[in-house]
């Protein structure tokens, strides 16, 4: 009952960032039965659902996932006629039997106790209210729904490839969030989520010998425990049921099997880290060494985005990859430690971006992975010593430049025509846009702006807007070109040193824009003594300028984007001038650093 209390009392302060604004509200009863040699369960809900909206709602939706892994589906289609598939995918859906299959039915559904009128179109369930949801309103929903948990293809499912019995992700008759945008019952595809802020109250009933993991609080460890059915013999149930409470999530996911080994250590405000792994003598070393790892990553997050809200936090083997959920990860564990590492750093920074600030993963899909890949980077340098933690980001986003297939990070997740673009924009040139923000800001700018983002609108769906607001209000700039090139076109940085010359004794220093987005520039220029300068020209429709601290630089006039040229002058007589540079410091994403340097030709 304290978590319960203690998230309210957060949740009570964080849902309002500003005024006017809203959001939905779920609070879901679920009761499911398992049944382990069919990989069929039977399932009720509950679903209070209450209208912060001053819209009156004629109609809800319910996502319904796992209808997805069927032949012929969206998934299966888009997966075999996209032309760079996913090889976790493929055409492996549409050679699914009947009973490798997932599916997931509505069998009945009343509101209020009134029957309403429902369709299920594939992965989306269409509801018909019996009564109007007015402003301000709350009505429940009980249902009950069957499903068959799909062969492990993507993310969720059965027997994945590392031998993890159960993967239960997107598994339930999830409510399709409403916002000030509307509805946004996207199909299933393959890619990202968005859901409605609430409290979970989940019993999974299952074979005596699993072992679960997942999302929120188990409330019945004294009859269950871990392993609890095989150390108490003297039990005749063939079932035990697992009681989980989450408050405030957007999600709720778990895993099962008989076989996994359960540790748990405590991190940092004493938050409960659980582990779950398989038996396999191969993989406990690395599994074993990263708990205390994942502690420090924790203390890492909490220190430089904000404080983790929750009591426990679950790092579990299963599904295809590495995907976060509120309160755990699944991710593959048979990785040498490095892999293993860093797809845990990255997927517990998502509890920060997108399970505390839930952004619409589908519509802004850059912000949630990017933001995570920036964090998940600098946590690796900070707790393993790597260096140069960006440099990953520009090697791949100069590659998708090159490639030509680069397309606005506004587009829709599911709507690129390239896995590659989707995957290099969302997640470089995503984490790029920090990057190149702290370039614009300053450093300590960027991080007292993450952490006013986190302050401000934890538990709620903040959007990008909402973040340039926030950077602008720490760093007095306007940012609106910046948010608008770098995210809504596929508009290049390319500034060049076109032309040197001395002019009686001084030397004249002439730049050009030759990409369309405009950023502030920085020359350094080293003197054949060793001296150096340092200037540093503002753009001017940032509207402010660059705080350097700890070091001498000179500013000199704006430059107005409209304007290709840029003209200064330097005391020194080029004969001293060993050579002039732009973007010094690489953290600008200029396509073509060959035309960044002037060498004085002997």
């Known amino acids: 009952m304290k978590y319960l209390i203690f998230l309210f009392c957060v949740f009570s302060v964080a849902q309002n960032p500003y005024r006017g604004y809203w959001q939905q509200e779920v609070d879901y009863v679920m009761d499911i039965r398992m049944d382990v040699e069919t990989y069929r369960y039977d399932g009720t809900q509950q679903l209070r659902y209450t209208n912060h909206s001053s819209d009156t709602l004629s109609k809800v939706f319910y996502h319904l996932y796992f209808n997805a892994f069927q032949p012929g589906s969206e998934m299966d289609v888009r997966s075999r006629t996209i032309k760079d598939p996913d090889s976790r995918v493929g055409d492996r859906i549409s050679k699914l039997s009947a009973d490798e299959v997932g599916f997931l039915h509505v ?62 992700t997107q598994w339930y008759p999830k409510m399709v969030e409403y916002d000030k945008d509307g509805w946004h019952p996207n199909p299933y595809i393959g890619r990202e989520f968005h859901g409605v802020w609430g409290d979970f109250d989940v019993s999974i009933t299952i074979d005596r010998d699993y072992v679960i993991g997942g999302t929120g609080y188990l409330q019945n460890p004294e009859e269950i425990g871990h392993g609890y059915a095989k150390k108490n013999k003297k039990t005749k149930a063939k079932t035990l049921t697992w009681h989980f409470i989450a408050p405030m999530v957007h999600d709720f996911a778990w895993a099962a099997d008989p076989d996994y080994i359960h540790d748990m250590i405590l991190g940092p405000n004493d938050i409960e880290l659980h582990f779950f792994y398989l038996n396999n003598p191969d993989i406990q070393d690395n599994w074993k060494q990263l708990q205390a790892d994942t502690a420090r990553m924790l203390s890492f997050f909490n220190e430089n985005i904000g404080e983790y809200p929750y009591k426990q936090y679950s790092v579990i083997q299963g599904g295809d990859g590495g995907m976060e959920y509120p309160m755990c990860t699944l991710i593959t564990g048979e990785r040498e430690y490095s892999s293993l590492f860093g797809v845990t750093a990255h997927e517990l920074a998502h509890s920060w971006f997108h399970h505390l600030l839930g952004t619409n993963e589908a519509k802004y899909a850059w912000m949630d992975e990017g933001f995570t890949s920036f964090y998940d980077m600098l946590c690796e340098a900070a707790v393993l010593g790597t260096e140069n933690p960006y440099s990953s980001f520009y090697d791949r986003y100069f590659k998708l430049v090159q490639s030509g297939l680069e397309e606005p990070l506004t587009t829709h997740a599911d709507r690129f025509q390239y896995n590659f673009a989707y995957g290099v924009g969302s997640y470089s040139k995503g984490a790029l846009f920090l990057a190149q923000l702290e370039y614009i800001m300053g450093a300590d700018k960027l991080m007292k702006t993450i952490k006013r983002y986190y302050d401000e609108f934890k538990f709620s769906h903040p959007t990008p807007n909402d973040f340039k607001r926030i950077a602008e209000k720490v760093s007095g700039m306007q940012l609106e070109w910046y948010l608008n090139d770098w995210v809504r076109t596929t508009n290049t940085i390319d500034y060049s040193v076109q032309k040197v010359e001395e002019k009686g004794g001084k030397t004249t220093v002439v730049l050009e824009r030759i990409g369309n987005m405009p950023m502030p520039v920085e020359v350094y220029i080293e003197m054949n003594d060793g001296s150096f300068d340092y200037y540093y020209i503002p753009l001017r429709m940032l509207r402010g300028e660059k705080e350097f601290v700890n070091q001498t630089v000179t500013t000199i006039d704006d430059w107005a984007w409209a304007i290709p040229t840029y003209t200064f002058e330097i005391d020194n007589d080029l004969d001293d001038i060993k050579y002039i540079l732009i973007n010094p410091d690489g953290l600008v994403a200029d396509v073509n650093p060959k035309n960044d340097v002037y060498y004085k030709v002997e």
């Open 107 to 168: 069998n009945d559904l009343v509101q209020d106790g009134k029957a309403v009128a429902y369709a299920e179109e594939e992965t989306v369930l269409v509801v018909e209210l019996a009564t109007p949801l007015l402003p301000g309103e709350s009505t429940v929903f009980d249902m009950v729904f069957e499903g068959q948990v799909p062969v492990q293809i993507r993310r969720s499912g059965r027997n994945n490839k590392e031998g993890v019995d159960l993967s239960m």
